[in-house]
């Protein structure tokens, strides 16, 4: 028995210490659960409260009575499909010109020696120094029948007449990219770093070329990032109100505008509210299918 009393011993602290780094991990988060408290209520209050009364507002029809007759007019009504159909379009097309520009600039800054890259990626958060409208108007004054591009055309007689760039889907698409694209590399360019150089180089040492070792290990191991980037720039260009009133000039009506109309022309706080509500309905279904295909990407990689 005596030969046993160490052991014992032994294992009776080795379970007192165990207790006592459980009860430290416990207090731990609970400590860091009282600190988040006041961020908790800030979100609560700014964000849950909002929405909330967003979805009461929505459930009121015109009379004041509990009814679902905003969903039931934006469901039977063309017009809103029209609205909802060109507010993806519009978003759809923004996230196609930000991946085919923006995955090819984040493989060139990815390649860039340190210092030089700084130079470029700065470049690419230059825009975000700039006001969204006065960005906006940019675009509007080059764009315009008498703008500089036009100007440019005609003078070196590429075109007799003045084309048709601004007020329509050509010139928010592009006002919309030029905004996006920042948002949509940064991700990207993240993913692209943290590929293990090794791989590119055990590729090449197998005789891979570059364009095949680009293609089918590189592209793969970014794909999180240029998801993340692709889900963000199409749900932030859902709500998108301020381009395509300038630049759509009334001929791109998306449902942030549709939304704006109902409040300022109609007092509408009912029809407002329900396409407000399915606008985050949306939104929400998309960070689902975000997230749910981040882990698809991920789970890839490491098997």
């Known amino acids: 028995m005596s030969a046993l009393n160490p052991t014992v011993a032994h294992s009776a602290a080795q379970a007192d210490n165990d207790g006592?780094?459980?009860?430290?991990?416990?207090?731990?988060?609970?400590?860091?659960?009282?600190?988040?408290l006041p961020c908790l209520a800030v979100v609560?209050?700014?964000?849950?409260?909002?929405?909330?009364?967003?979805?009461?507002?929505?459930?009121?029809?015109?009379?004041?009575?509990?009814?679902?007759?905003?969903?039931q007019r934006i469901l039977d009504g063309a017009s809103y499909a029209r609205i909802f159909?060109?507010?993806?379009?519009?978003a759809l097309a923004t996230v196609a010109a930000?991946?085919?520009?923006?995955?090819?600039?984040?493989?060139?800054?990815?390649?860039?020696?340190?210092?030089?890259?700084?130079?470029?990626?700065?470049?690419?958060?230059?825009p975000f120094w700039t006001s969204l409208l006065v960005?906006?108007?940019?675009?509007?004054?080059?764009?315009?029948?008498?703008?500089?591009?036009?100007?440019?055309?005609?003078?070196?007689?590429i075109t007799k007449a003045p084309l048709e760039l601004a007020f329509n889907h050509f010139a928010t698409v592009l006002g919309m990219t030029h905004i996006m694209l920042p948002i949509f590399i940064l991700p990207v360019l993240g993913?692209?770093?943290?590929?293990?150089?090794?791989?590119?180089?055990?590729?090449?040492?197998m005789g891979a070329s570059r364009s095949y070792t680009y293609r089918r290990i590189f592209l793969p191991l970014a794909a999180p990032g240029?998801?993340?980037?692709?889900?963000?720039?199409?749900?932030m260009s859902l709500g998108f109100?301020?381009?395509?009133?300038?630049?759509?000039?009334g001929n791109v009506n998306v449902i942030s505008m549709r939304i704006a109309r109902s409040l300022s022309n109609y007092s509408n706080w009912g029809a407002a509210s329900a396409l407000g509500v399915l606008l985050l309905v949306f939104t929400a279904l998309l960070f689902a299918l975000s997230y749910g295909v981040q882990r698809v990407l991920l789970s890839r990689q490491r098997s």
Request: positive net charge; charged residues 10%.
């Open 20 to 36: 006592r780094l459980a009860w430290d991990a416990r207090l731990e988060r609970l400590v860091s659960f009282a600190f988040t």
């Open 226 to 235: 240029i998801a993340a980037g692709a889900i963000l720039v199409f749900v």
């Open 191 to 205: 993913a692209m770093r943290n590929i293990d150089r090794a791989l590119i180089r055990a590729a090449a040492s």
């Open 85 to 90: 159909v060109t507010t993806f379009q519009v």
């Open 135 to 157: 960005r906006a108007y940019a675009w509007l004054v080059l764009l315009q029948r008498t703008g500089i591009v036009n100007s440019m055309l005609m003078g070196l007689g």
């Open 98 to 126: 930000c991946v085919l520009i923006g995955v090819p600039f984040a493989t060139f800054i990815n390649g860039l020696p340190p210092r030089r890259s700084v130079i470029f990626l700065a470049a690419v958060l230059l």
């Open 44 to 71: 609560a209050l700014c964000v849950l409260v909002p929405c909330a009364w967003l979805f009461f507002l929505s459930a009121f029809g015109t009379d004041g009575n509990p009814s679902f007759e905003n969903y």
């Open 241 to 249: 109100y301020v381009t395509p009133a300038i630049l759509g000039g």
